[in-house]
């Protein structure tokens, strides 16, 4: 009798307690939980990572672009450069022609005696000349005539130095050879003749006559 009411109690006492139930629903979450806090921890270094090669990618692009831009700018400076001096030999061959065509002249307007064959000889020349100074300028071939302007070694060819007080010292006094410039860039230098500063020389000399015959 007493064995059957301690199994009655404790079967009581199992219907009384509070039920806990473990469900599938609360195991799958702290599954998922679980394996998403290992795997963003796993993650995030690779992404860092594939950001900084990104970065680095696009930079270089960056610089290959920059680089192919700088190329093509330099190949059309060069073909641009190309044509505009691809005459530079024949400008240079066609300058002598010109040089004797204007000593002709020069030498016809020296002649004392004024015949019709003089005449028709400069006339000629004259009409030569012409035509081939327009020639030369349609290529962009022209004349530089520096008379006045202050002497440039880059640009200028001193043949010789003279002592002048109506210029200014290392001024282009005379032109013995006009220089040319073929589209603005020099072709040759203009021979020509520099002033210098007076030398006080003689002054001084006289002076010290002076002061011997006093």
Same mark, same amino acid.
């Given at each position: 009798m007493a064995k059957d009411e301690t199994l009655s109690?404790?079967?009581?006492?199992e219907e009384n307690a509070p039920e806990t139930e473990v469900t599938g629903e609360v195991i799958e979450g702290t599954v998922e939980n679980a394996v998403e806090d290992v795997a963003t921890?796993?993650?995030? +270094?690779?992404l860092e990572d594939a950001r900084a090669k990104a970065d680095d990618h696009w930079n270089q692009l960056l610089r290959v672009k920059a680089d192919m831009e700088n190329?093509?700018?330099?190949?059309?400076q060069d073909v641009e450069n190309a044509h505009k001096f691809a005459l530079e030999k024949f400008a240079l061959e066609?300058? +002598?022609?010109?040089?004797?065509?204007e000593m002709g002249l020069m030498a016809a307007d020296g002649i004392a005696e004024n015949g019709d064959a003089t005449a028709?000889?400069?006339e000629g020349t004259a009409l030569t000349l012409k035509m081939l100074t327009a020639a030369l300028e349609k290529f962009g071939i022209e004349a530089v005539d520096p008379t006045g302007d202050t002497f440039d070694p880059d640009k200028h060819q001193?043949? $010789?130095?003279?002592? $002048?007080?109506?210029?200014k010292p290392n001024t282009v006094m005379a032109v013995m050879q006009k220089g040319y410039q073929l589209n603005e860039r020099l072709l040759? +230098?203009?021979?020509?003749?520099?002033?210098k500063a007076v030398a006080?020389? $003689?002054?001084?000399?006289?002076? $010290?006559?002076?002061?011997e015959q006093a």
């Open positions: 109690g404790e079967a009581a006492a921890d796993d993650l995030m +270094p690779l190329t093509r700018r330099r190949a059309r066609l300058l +002598p022609i010109k040089d004797s065509l028709q000889l400069k001193a043949m $010789s130095m003279q002592e $002048s007080a109506e210029h040759r +230098p203009a021979m020509v003749v520099v002033s006080e020389t $003689s002054d001084n000399e006289s002076g $010290s006559h002076i002061n």
